[in-house]
């Protein structure tokens, strides 16, 4: 089994104008950057993208949405990104607001063939507005429904040709449920590496939800809030 | 009145040791700086981490550790990993045992309205709805009064609201109140506040019962 | 007449190259010893491995390496580990290719029953909904007639339903059949079974179009 | 933050007569021998016990079984114990069974506050009766609910005082999902480390659903059904 393309551009064929893709990442922190990069040089357009955030102006998300080809962002949080605003008020880009855990748990549920489930997030607010209630010791809950994509685009530390994938720190993020909601999902790598070097048993990404596998070109990781604190004397 | 570290500071009071505690983005962050001696807990950032630690000293920097403010951070000894949908099992799963957010609103039956103003840009809810309708035991950390002067606590929250009924715990630059069947009942006031003052603060129905005493530090 | 082996054999001849595959007890479990040459699939086996083996070697064997016929096992380069919810995500989220298992009656409208007998101790289903309900692609392995000569393809289950509609193709040891509009639709037939001899074994509605080869090994 | 009991004694206080207990394993393997064997020594009875199958006669559940402390039964498979048949067809035993993703979806929603899911699990079958049924993408699915324990008891390899917790091969099977579900979870694990030892990547199950570990006296693993291949000459 051999799940290796060449790069970027090998691994993002078959996606088209119009499609959903889920990408993984929280801020900038385990975005698939050179998936997107190569998006970006496609032109593909009218894309529907499921992410926690949009990125920033100049990096992730941000990039496609600079040339215009995102139609509609599925996300959390999107607040920094001026060009997003923009075309958010302009009424050029939709974007459908979730709670953080119930899109987390969405794509899982899609990845492992549960259709909807109960939440108590977003009862009694404008996110529960046409979804079912019902109680469940003696709380209210709302039905959301799972959520797919026509490909995932995740970004890991390690992997391997099988598909197996190994994130590091707070980079993991939605990038493990994300790889199971994909009908085709593509992991891009820091390090491609033999079958058998990563433990069975610390494998985060299973192969089975992996299609495609490619080694990075280079990773910039730019950091967000760059926050530190003084060594005292 | 208190600043914005005291209210965290009064807020760490309410730490007991052992807790799992998730602290929202402005005040509720700076309560790390103020755990009790004696006291031991778990701080968990929603991006995936339980046992952050703080900040990395300049040029220890990690770009794979981040909290959800997008902050680097660094981890504990002790801690783990793990993707969103666990760590919203957490949440969601009430194995959380303190939560404490900011909101723009509280109303005195527990709802709290922090994410969104009509006609304003809004950039999303985050977590927050997630953490407002699962946790058992939420304080909200914020001041009493808006820039204009207008009352945070309100018979009812005028904004979009993020959760109703959830709100345990309000400690504000004023006060600390609990909310209670029928209002915001005062538990202490702020060095040098009256009673008034926080009555004059207060939109919602306040209960004063017996003696209000000073917060202590 | 086939035997177990020869049914598992020509199941075999399903596989492509790339699949993940799931195996149930006996004759499925055979499948494993026929791969074709130059294709590489990937068994899984529900208790939560992905990249099975085959049995260990004498000696080699380790207790926290079974599968779910908790038989010892051994892990392929590539293998991974995983809980029981994560292991019916990849069933259920329908990332399985092909579940193969057993059964004691097949309708020809595709529901099977295998779990249980009336009157009979139940030893419960195991994972065996959970597979016919997800998988897309359900191979049956059976005899095409009891031990008492009853056929076990027929009009309508009369055991305690499995799952409904869910089979796509059983391979006995006289036949190699796949489900459609209307009945059970003869595709192969074993080496020396007459088409006569098929019918006669087989209670449900039998589509016999054209020419029914032999199998070929 | 400290979880650590002496022993299994200690760990198992407070589990008393009529309780709901999980149980991690998947047949023999996995499973808390220790916990087990202390909690035959208690007489606690009248317990429910979830768990994927309930021993053998001599080892694992069997030995509550044995001694009559178990009421009621949770499981998908239970095929492996005369005494559990007596017991059953006797009606002493209760026995629910479940389909066995139904089974650890259940506990994995009980312990992720998902009051409930659907599923196509055992959808025509004796399973779904009295369930709510629902079609989604054309097929039907049943309404599942979540399934939490007074205690969760589960087995690990190593552990910290923390309650970090790592498996080792397909011990894990239930064990992360029923910890999640406890409200009270006590974990036995082979080897307690100090915290820092385990990399905050690789732990299974986050210390935040574990509260009391403690390492196991010794471990007979007993293996159910030993096979295997003679080396070719």
């Keep these: 089994m051999n799940k290796i393309v060449a790069n970027a551009e090998e691994a993002i064929q078959g996606i088209q104008d119009d499609m959903t893709l ?3 990442g929280f801020g900038l922190c385990g975005i698939p950057e050179n998936a997107i990069t190569a998006l970006v040089e496609t032109g593909v357009t009218g894309l529907t993208c499921i992410s926690n955030n949009a990125g920033v102006d100049d990096f992730g998300l941000g990039l496609l949405l600079q040339k215009r080809q995102i139609k509609k962002m599925v996300s959390s949080y999107v607040g920094e990104n001026a060009e997003f605003e923009r075309q958010m008020l302009s009424g050029e880009l939709e974007v459908d607001l979730i709670p953080q855990g119930s899109l987390a748990e969405r794509c899982r549920a899609g990845g492992a063939g549960i259709p909807a489930f109960f939440t108590p997030a977003g009862y009694g607010t404008e996110i529960a507005e046409g979804k079912e ?9 709302i039905l959301e429904m799972a959520l797919t994509a026509d490909f995932a685009i995740v970004k890991a530390w390690k992997g391997d040709r099988m598909g197996n994938l190994v994130f590091k720190g707070t980079a ?17 790598v820091e390090e491609l590496v033999e079958p058998g070097e990563l433990d069975p048993n610390t494998i ?4 089975i939800f992996v299609q495609r596998i490619f080694q990075g070109e280079k990773y910039e990781k730019r950091i967000e809030q760059r926050t530190v604190r003084q060594k005292e004397a | 009145m208190l600043d914005r570290n005291s209210i965290a500071k009064r ?47 300049d040029g220890e920097e990690d770009a794979d550790l981040i909290n959800a403010g997008k902050q680097t951070i660094t981890a504990m000894s002790g801690a783990s990993i793990f993707d969103s949908a666990t760590s919203f099992a957490m949440i969601r799963g009430q194995h959380i045992q303190l939560t404490v957010l900011g909101a723009m609103e509280v109303a005195q039956n527990g709802d709290i309205a922090n994410w969104k103003i009509p006609g304003k840009l809004v950039k999303g809810m985050g977590g927050a709805m997630d953490l407002v309708a699962s946790a058992d035991n939420i304080i909200v950390a914020m001041m009493h009064t808006n820039r204009k002067g207008k009352s945070k606590l309100l018979k009812r929250c005028s904004l979009p609201l993020t959760g109703v009924g959830c709100v345990k715990k309000i400690v504000t630059n004023m006060a600390v109140l609990d909310i209670v069947e029928g209002g915001f009942k005062l538990i202490e006031r702020a060095p040098g506040v009256s009673i008034e003052e926080i009555i004059a603060a207060t939109e919602g129905h306040l209960i004063v019962e017996g003696d209000i005493p000073e917060m202590t530090f």
């Design chain 2, 11 to 57: 807020i760490a009071q309410e730490l007991q040791d052992g807790w799992y505690v998730n602290l929202g983005i402005g005040i509720p962050t700076l309560i790390a700086n103020y755990i009790p001696e004696g006291i031991s807990v778990e701080f968990q950032s929603e991006n995936g981490i339980l046992g952050m630690g703080p900040f990395p000293f």
């Design chain 1, 22 to 24: 889920m990408l993984g």
């Design chain 1, 133 to 141: 209630v019902r109680m469940f010791n003696g709380k209210p809950h």
């Design chain 1, 172 to 188: 993991r993020n939605f990038n493990p449920v994300m790889a199971m909601a994909g009908k085709i999902t593509i992991a891009e």
């Design chain 1, 204 to 207: 985060h990404t299973p192969g």
